[in-house]
């Protein structure tokens, strides 16, 4: 026999025919032949879903940030190193060369922020007679000019987010919602070319504030800027948060008694700080918790009195940053 059945030539034939056969099967199925050992299915969602709790912690970890005015008439230079020696990694800057007691232009500020390793998040435009910008007069033209200039400047600087307070308190009696919108749309049509993120805060009339967020919801530069101790007097929900889940840009944290706009650290008021980071979770939102909370400062006396008591509050500054830091792991337990 010379490849009968039974023989080994015949027996090594069969062998090699059914391994091609298995061959092409296996190229032309989607699926390759699987040479590990199988993940059962429940173990398999069990892992997916350890996946997707871990990208939710990720996402939601907040950073901790200062505004970089909180009470203390010292140098920018010896703020800025305290405000990182406390250990917060951003800050929030007042979009002026003129503000109590920060040396320099803004250049050579963000220049020495950087130095001390601390990220530039945003920054607040000034708001003196902001609502003027709601009025037919010279001085509402110079305001958008200024905005625009300072959306330019930012984009020269690299801060990524400026916020603006759309009036004073509310939307003055005598004020054009048509002028005011008009001026708005040139502002943050500059943001959009540049790339700058426009952030409107919160003060004491969230109505208009929803109708101007509303009006430009098609501008990805537009968003909220979020101000707790404000919204705290008007409203005490987070609707604000609810509504523009999508377009929070920035955050001002700080604590009141529903009355006065004290700017305390976070609980040390009546704000519902477990309700509010619920809210938070359910935006879209990635950036610091920014405080902007002040040890008490009497400015009446700013200009007619040089006390100790004003140029040093009664606390050290490492003391009150601390204490400062402190109340923000607090808040990011609740997350």
């Not at 010279?138 to 958008?144: A, K, P, R, Y």
């Not at 308190?169 to 049509?189: A, C, H, W, Y």
Request: hydrophobic fraction near 40%; charged fraction near 25%.
């Amino acid at each position: 026999m010379r490849g009968g059945r039974g023989s080994a030539c015949g027996a090594w034939r069969r062998l090699s025919r059914r391994l091609k056969r298995k061959a092409h099967c296996a190229l032309r199925s989607p699926r390759p032949p699987m040479i590990v050992a199988r993940i059962d299915k429940s173990t398999k969602k069990c892992i997916m879903q350890h996946k997707v709790i871990l990208m939710e912690e990720a996402k939601k970890s907040y950073t901790f940030g200062a505004y970089v005015w909180f009470g203390y008439m010292l140098p920018f230079k010896e703020k800025l190193d305290a405000i990182k020696r406390a250990g917060f990694d951003n800050i929030c800057l007042w979009w002026d060369d003129n503000v109590i007691n920060c040396d320099g232009s803004l250049a050579e500020q963000i220049d020495i922020a950087y130095k001390f390793d601390l990220h530039v998040e945003h920054a607040h435009i000034p708001y003196y007679d902001c609502n003027k910008l709601w009025k037919d007069c010279i001085d509402g033209v110079d305001l958008m000019n200024m905005c625009i200039k300072s959306v330019e400047l930012a984009y020269c600087l690299n801060v990524p987010t400026l916020v603006m307070h759309p009036f004073e308190l509310k939307k003055p009696v005598d004020g054009s919602t048509k002028i005011f919108m008009e001026r708005f749309k040139k502002i943050t049509q500059v943001c959009a070319n540049k790339e700058i993120r426009f952030a409107v805060e919160n003060l004491a009339d969230n109505d208009c504030l929803k109708s101007i967020l509303r009006s430009n919801n098609d501008n990805p530069y537009v968003g909220l800027c979020f101000d707790s101790g404000h919204n705290n007097i008007v409203s005490k929900d987070f609707s604000l948060l609810t509504e523009f889940s999508k377009k929070v840009f920035a955050l001002h944290l700080h604590d009141n008694d529903s009355i006065s706009d004290s700017h305390l650290l976070p609980f040390e008021g009546n704000v519902n700080w477990k309700v509010f980071i619920k809210a938070l979770k359910n935006t879209s939102f990635t950036g610091s918790l920014m405080l902007e909370a002040c040890f008490p400062f009497d400015y009446s006396k700013l200009d007619t009195e040089n006390s100790e008591k004003i140029m040093l509050p009664d606390i050290p500054m490492d003391e009150y940053l601390l204490k400062a830091y402190d109340s923000l792991k607090k808040l990011s337990s609740f997350v």
